[in-house]
């Protein structure tokens, strides 16, 4: 059975194969590793998200309270940007949570219950948030919700027991009622409310020792119970809402605030934490990893070289020989490589090269007559180009008033391109002034019709005026004067009206034929403006055009300059040839081809 050969070839593919395998397994390891960083930074930016994301929806909770509380816009709109931003914030905040949860890296460091802990929390600050905007926005402000209804109920008691009634004790009860109102409104204390109540127990004494029209009574009465009602449901509805930051909604929402917030907290140090010793170790593994395969790429390597540097060195030996001009006859190889196989393969060639080199001597004899050729066609060459370069600058110089004729035809394009579009611009101005026009003379006629019905409806007052004067006979001759004249201004005034509505109508039928006729003719010079446009990017386009058939003569021409010059200096290497012919028999008698030395590995 055949030995297999441990070739050079089969010893690198072996070494890049183990290289590649190392490789592709420490690049996986490296790959998972960033992935890994990654995604350490990711919920590291995350958490860190969430206590932004917290400050922001406190900002928006405080905002809301602040504002939109005393904003009678809100109230009737319902709508706020501040609530907006909340329910924004919440949503970035929620998936920032489920972002989290369900990363792996949250898991391994024992988060995950923490994780459904903010989000539960969160929920039940989003619930007493709304909840806390519903009741408000139930508590009212001003004309709006139950401060809206107390308002109305107690406008109402004013009239019927302060202006209807017009008793002073009455009057001062009343007062005392509203004070007390507002200090409430203002502190929110129940001590207020209490005096409030009070006060209308008060109010109903004085109206039993009153003597009131029964019916006048009842109905103020029941205004008081209504006013005292309406106050009693916003009573409730604050203590509901909490008067206080730890009382009732707000009381309940501040509690869910201050678990969310340590635990933000909390779930941020243990990533950071955790963070910073998974990256530590991930980098230490890494260049642990790096270093070795390093290693190991070095020592194979240094064992593959030094099978190689030992036919290297009998190969420089035969090279340096022939370096001396002598041509070795022999090149024995004991190597089963690669390098074995060069040298045998530079034994051939050293014989090649023998061959080769008898040849060159005899090749140069025929070197001389060749040059010779050369120069009569070089002297051809050099005659054709100084005719062609002559043409060439005709050529360019009509090529240039050409193109001088096309710019001053693109400027004078352009500049009709600016007065036509400064044309259609004049003509979409004077057809809006049209417009605008027509609407006035429309809005014209329409009040003059109404004064035409005013002057008609004066003259019946008149007639009327008139009839009623008959009838008192003596006393009402001076009212009649003034009713005939009355009549005749009526009537001028009618004649008036009658001639400006006809004006005005036939304003408007020239008004609207001239903005017709603007209509058909905008088109026509928008089409105009187009075409002259068109006209200028085609002289544009010529312009170029012209500047690059001017740019390919100059290099035309240049080029003809190089051929004239090339073609002397072909005449003057060919005359060179036929010296540098006997030259290079000079230096090949160099080599020495009968020494036969024999070089081995």
């Known amino acids: 059975m055949k030995k297999k050969r441990l070739t050079i070839k089969f010893k690198l593919t072996l070494f890049v194969v183990v290289l590649s395998t190392l490789l592709v397994f420490t690049g996986i390891w490296i790959v998972s590793s960033i992935m890994q960083l990654s995604k350490l930074n990711q919920i590291t930016r995350e958490s860190s998200e969430l206590s932004n994301a917290m400050l922001k929806l406190r900002k928006s909770e405080k905002d809301f309270l602040l504002r939109e509380t005393s904003n009678e816009t809100f109230f009737e709109t319902k709508t706020s940007k501040y609530l907006d931003n909340f329910v924004e914030t919440i949503e970035i905040y929620m998936n920032n949570v489920e972002r989290l949860d369900n990363n792996k890296l949250i898991r391994r ?42 308002r109305q109920a107690v406008r109402e008691v004013e009239q019927v027991g302060i202006k209807t009634l017009k008793n002073d004790a009455l009057r001062a009860q009343i007062l005392m009622l509203r004070r007390h109102e507002k200090d409430y409104l203002l502190r929110r204390d129940t001590v207020y409310a209490d005096k409030l109540n009070a006060a209308v127990i008060t109010t109903k004494k004085l109206m039993d020792k009153m003597t009131l029209n029964r019916t006048v009574k009842r109905d103020l009465m029941e205004k008081l119970d209504i006013y005292q009602t309406s106050f009693a449901h916003v009573v409730s509805t604050d203590e509901s809402i909490g008067r206080s930051q730890t009382e009732g909604i ?7 605030v201050h678990q969310i917030e ?5 779930v941020v140090a243990v990533i950071n934490t955790k963070s910073a010793t998974i990256r530590s170790r991930t980098v230490s593994s890494l260049i642990i990893a790096i270093v070795a395969l390093i290693v190991l790429a070095s020592g194979v390597l240094t064992l593959i070289s030094r099978s190689i540097i030992k036919s290297v060195k009998t190969a420089q030996d035969a090279v340096n020989a022939m370096s001396k001009g002598k041509i070795v006859n022999t090149i024995v190889a004991a190597s089963d490589d690669e390098m074995g196989d060069l040298l045998q393969d ?10 080769i080199i008898t040849g060159i001597m005899q090749a140069s004899d025929s070197i001389t007559s060749v040059g010779n050729d050369i120069n009569e066609y070089s002297q051809q060459l050099a005659e054709g180009t100084s005719e062609l370069a002559s043409s060439l600058e005709e050529v360019s110089s009509s090529m240039e008033e050409i193109t001088a004729n096309i710019e001053q035809t693109a400027g004078n394009s352009k500049e009709t391109e600016a007065i036509s579009y400064s044309a259609s611009d004049g003509i979409k101005t004077v057809h809006q002034a049209s417009s605008k026009s027509l609407e006035w003379a429309k809005d014209i006629a329409e009040k003059v019709k109404i004064i035409d019905t005013i002057a008609n409806q004066t003259n019946i007052l008149a007639l009327n005026a008139a009839v009623e004067a008959a009838k008192a006979q ?34 408007m039928v020239e008004t609207q034929q001239s903005v017709a006729m603007l209509e058909q003719v905008l088109p026509d010079i928008h089409k105009t403006s187009q075409l002259v446009q068109e006209i200028t990017v085609a002289g544009s386009e010529q312009t170029t055009g012209t500047m690059q058939i001017n740019e390919a003569i100059r290099m035309m021409n240049v080029v003809t300059q190089n051929n004239a010059a090339t073609a002397q200096e072909l005449q003057n290497i060919s005359e060179n040839l036929a010296s540098r012919a006997i030259e290079l028999k000079e230096v090949i008698s160099f080599f020495v081809i009968g020494d036969t030395k024999t070089i081995a590995n």
Do not use: C
Not at 262 to 266: A, D, G, K, R
Not at 346 to 355: F, P, R, Y
Not at 476 to 489: D, P, T
């Open 109 to 150: 460091m024992h988060l995950t219950k923490q994780m459904d802990q903010l989000a539960e929390n969160m929920m039940d600050y989003k619930r007493h948030f709304e909840y806390l905007v519903d009741m408000t926005i139930i508590r009212g402000y001003k004309d709006n919700g139950e401060i809206g209804q107390m």
């Open 474 to 507: 003596v006393d009402g001759r001076g009212f009649a004067v003034v009713a005939r004249e009355v009549k005749k201004l009526a009537e001028k005034s009618r004649e008036a009206a009658s001639r400006i509505i006809h004006q005005a109508e036939a304003g």
């Open 346 to 355: 530079m034994g051939v060639m050293t014989g090649k090269l023998k061959q």
């Open 262 to 266: 340590p635990l933000i907290e909390e």
């Open 250 to 256: 707000k009381g309940d929402m501040r509690r869910a």
